[in-house]
């Protein structure tokens, strides 16, 4: 938790009891329970509504980029988000308490294949609002005027605070999206056993139909299935060399 004037930095076992914090508290006002049985079938979190009317945000679409390298931005009091394109300076009014998505995620073609990746983004950004909620009085301060951003960028050693941000906020919008509870209740449906064995990105038959079931049911993309999966400890990783998969038939 944070301490006075200092950005709080938590573990992953911190941002897992936030999430379920929020998700069961979610669950009540829209389903009248907690999410805590678990005789019931999982459920996909409608992210929307959660970002909508549990946390009281805005959802609106813009151009955020010229190379679609932004998917979304948040910000914590009304300000302005600047971008140059072809040697133009843009910019952007955004208000407190506003989610702003990259326009690309609604174009007709793209808006079915990018679907997955709207909802994290989303998520992700509705976590970045959580997280400054529980900040100190200091660190809100201090944060008053600025955005925090969803960017494609490469996996990398958590240097800056602004890692440390993005590496929060992808932790606990996972955990929202992806309820470790949903996750149990997924693989006890589709009887999995205890994990997926993931050959440097290959799956055996049933492994991929198991995972290509739990991505439909609560609505997320393959990749981020498979990093919450790992996270949760349902995916075992081993070399490509071990890869033996007895269902598939050659020619």
Same mark, same amino acid.
Request: glycine share 4%.
């Given at each position: 938790?944070?301490?006075?004037?200092?950005?709080?930095?938590?573990?992953?076992?911190?941002?897992?009891?936030?999430?379920?914090?929020?998700?069961?508290?979610?669950? $009540?006002?829209?389903?009248?329970?907690?999410?805590?049985?678990?005789?019931?079938?999982?459920?996909?979190?409608?992210?929307?509504?959660?970002?909508?009317?549990?946390?009281?945000?805005?959802?609106?679409?813009?151009?955020?980029?010229?190379?679609?390298?932004?998917?979304?931005?948040?910000?914590?009091?009304?300000?302005?988000?600047?971008?140059?394109?072809?040697?133009?300076?843009?910019?952007?009014?955004?208000?407190?308490?506003?989610?702003?998505?990259?326009?690309?995620?609604?174009?007709?073609?793209?808006?079915?294949?990018?679907?997955? $990746?709207?909802?994290?983004?989303?998520?992700?950004?509705?976590?970045?609002?959580?997280?400054?909620?529980?900040?100190?009085?200091?660190?809100?301060?201090?944060?008053?005027? $600025?955005?925090?951003?969803?960017?494609?960028?490469?996996?990398?050693?958590? $240097?800056?605070?602004?890692?440390?941000?993005?590496?929060?906020?992808?932790?606990?919008?996972?955990?929202?999206?992806?309820?470790?509870?949903?996750?149990?209740?997924?693989?006890?449906?589709?009887?999995?056993?205890?994990?997926?064995?993931?050959?440097?990105?290959?799956?055996?038959?049933?492994?991929?139909?198991?995972?290509?079931?739990?991505?439909?049911?609560?609505?997320?993309?393959?990749?981020?299935?498979?990093?919450?999966?790992?996270?949760?400890?349902?995916?075992?990783?081993?070399?490509?060399?071990?890869?033996?998969?007895?269902?598939?038939?050659?020619?």
């Amino acid at each position: 938790m944070p301490t006075r004037g200092n950005p709080m930095i938590l573990s992953h076992q911190e941002i897992e009891h936030i999430a379920l914090a929020v998700t069961q508290d979610f669950a $009540k006002c829209i389903y009248g329970d907690s999410s805590e049985t678990k005789h019931r079938l999982p459920r996909a979190t409608p992210i929307e509504q959660f970002a909508h009317d549990y946390l009281g945000l805005n959802i609106g679409f813009a151009r955020l980029s010229p190379d679609e390298s932004v998917y979304g931005l948040t910000c914590y009091a009304d300000t302005e988000y600047m971008f140059e394109e072809n040697g133009v300076a843009r910019t952007l009014p955004i208000k407190q308490n506003q989610i702003l998505l990259d326009v690309s995620f609604q174009m007709l073609g793209r808006k079915k294949k990018l679907h997955g $990746k709207c909802r994290f983004t989303l998520a992700h950004e509705c976590a970045h609002q959580l997280l400054f909620q529980m900040e100190s009085d200091d660190v809100k301060q201090r944060q008053q005027g $600025k955005y925090s951003s969803r960017k494609s960028y490469s996996l990398r050693a958590l $240097k800056t605070r602004e890692d440390w941000n993005e590496w929060q906020a992808n932790a606990l919008g996972a955990a929202i999206l992806m309820p470790q509870m949903e996750i149990e209740l997924a693989m006890q449906l589709f009887r999995s056993k205890k994990v997926l064995i993931n050959y440097e990105g290959w799956f055996t038959y049933p492994d991929r139909m198991i995972l290509s079931n739990l991505c439909q049911w609560l609505d997320v993309s393959k990749t981020a299935m498979i990093i919450r999966l790992r996270q949760l400890g349902y995916i075992e990783d081993r070399p490509y060399s071990e890869y033996d998969d007895p269902t598939e038939v050659w020619p």
